[in-house]
Nanobody
Framework: QVQLVESGGGLVQAGDSLRLSCAAS????????MAWFRQAPGKEREFVGG????????YYDDSVKGRFTISRDNAKNTAYLQMNSLKPEDTAVYYC????????????????????WGQGTQVTVSS
C-alpha cells in the first residue's frame, strides 16, 4: 500500500508556471503507475496525464499537451507535474493517483482505475 501527498499548489497569474509534487510513502513507489487528475468546482474529475514505472511512457490530455510535463524520481519516491503557460481554465484541485497493476494505455485516463489517491492541492490561475 502507498500513501500519496501532493504539494506545490498556489495562486498564480496566467502564463506563470508551477511544479506540483506527489510524495509517496513506502519502498515500492517504483512499482506504481502514476497519474495526475484535476477537479474544478462543479465538474467531474478529469485526467491530466500519466506516467509509467520508469518514466519512459507518458500520456497527456489534449488540453495540457505541450504545456504540462509529468516526471518521476523513483529514488525520491516522488512524481512531479510541471505546469507551464498556465491558463485560468487550469484552475482546479490537482490530485495524484497510483495503481500497482498493469493498465492498458487506453484506460489510464479513468479515475476508477486507480487505487490510491492523495488529498489534493489547489491551483488557482488568475487572468
Amino acid at each position: 500500500q502507498v500513501q500519496l501527498v501532493e504539494s506545490g499548489g498556489g495562486l498564480v497569474q496566467a502564463g506563470d508556471s508551477l511544479r506540483l509534487s506527489c510524495a509517496a510513502s513506502g519502498r515500492t513507489f517504483s512499482r506504481y503507475r502514476m497519474a495526475w487528475f484535476r477537479q474544478a468546482p462543479g465538474k467531474e474529475r478529469e485526467f491530466v496525464g500519466g506516467i509509467g514505472l520508469s518514466g519512459g511512457s507518458t500520456y497527456y490530455d489534449d488540453s495540457v499537451k505541450g504545456r504540462f510535463t509529468i516526471s518521476r524520481d523513483n529514488a525520491k519516491n516522488t512524481a512531479y507535474l510541471q505546469m507551464n503557460s498556465l491558463k485560468p481554465e487550469d484552475t482546479a484541485v490537482y490530485y495524484c493517483a497510483g495503481r500497482l497493476s498493469f493498465i492498458d494505455a487506453r484506460l489510464v485516463s479513468r479515475p476508477a482505475n486507480y487505487d490510491y489517491w492523495g488529498q489534493g492541492t489547489q491551483v488557482t490561475v488568475s487572468s
